[in-house]
Structure formats: C-alpha cells, structure tokens
C-alpha cells in the first residue's frame, strides 16, 4: 500500500521560510517520479515542483522553492524561501510511477493528504 505523508507546513510571515516533507511508503527504489501542488481555497490545484531525474519548477515559485529527495529515506522536501501571501495553500505531494505531462494532477496516481501554509501579509 502506496502511503505518502506531508508534514512541516503552518503560519509564516511573508518574506519568511518553510519546509515542507513529504514520508513515502510502499513504492520501493527511486523509480518514480514526485512531486508538490498547491490549492488555494476555492480554486484548482496547481503544480509546484517536481524531481524525477530532472527538476521542474512552476514559473511562480522559481529562484524561492526548491525541491530534494533523500532516496534513503524515502522522503521529498519543499524548501520554500521568500513566501508571499500568495503562496498561502494546501500542499500536497503527489507521486507516480509513469511518465507524463510533469505538470497535470492527472498524471499522478498517489496524493498525500495536504498540509497547510498560510502566508501572512
């Protein structure tokens, strides 16, 4: 059973910083490809970041997020830098085993349950 775990998200000043990790269980060796979206409330979900054997960035959050994996634990990391109120959403981390557009929620068959991050003016 496929599990992926955000953790590490909360209520930071603009300008400030956060890490966001995401724990994944139950798909084994690196051979899949990760990634973070984001959902403000009442709109879509958007694509954030991803890491496979290459890295992708949305144009929004390029020179202030980053994304890493650490293969021996299993777990991906957002480091977020400089957030602005219009970062504030939930953070999901999502993961497959295909390849795809990088960037569509429809590429993607195992979603963490989100966490939050809110971005105060």
């Known amino acids: 059973q496929v599990q992926l775990v955000e953790s590490g998200g909360g209520l930071v000043q603009a300008g400030g910083s956060l890490r966001l990790s995401c724990a994944v269980s139950g798909l084994t060796g690196s051979n899949y490809r990760t990634a973070w979206f984001r959902q403000p409330a009442g709109k879509e979900r958007d694509f954030v970041a991803a890491?496979?054997?290459?890295?992708y960035y949305a144009d929004s959050v390029k020179g202030r997020f980053t994304i890493s994996r650490d293969n021996a634990k299993n777990t991906i990391y957002l480091q977020m830098t400089n957030l602005k109120p219009e970062d504030t959403a939930v953070y999901f981390c999502?993961?497959?085993?295909?390849?795809?557009?990088?960037?569509?929620?429809?590429?993607?068959?195992?979603w963490g349950q989100g966490t939050q991050v809110t971005v105060s003016s």
């Open positions: 999502a993961a497959t085993q295909f390849a795809g557009v990088v960037e569509s929620t429809g590429e993607y068959n195992y």
């Open positions: 890491i496979s054997g290459s890295i």
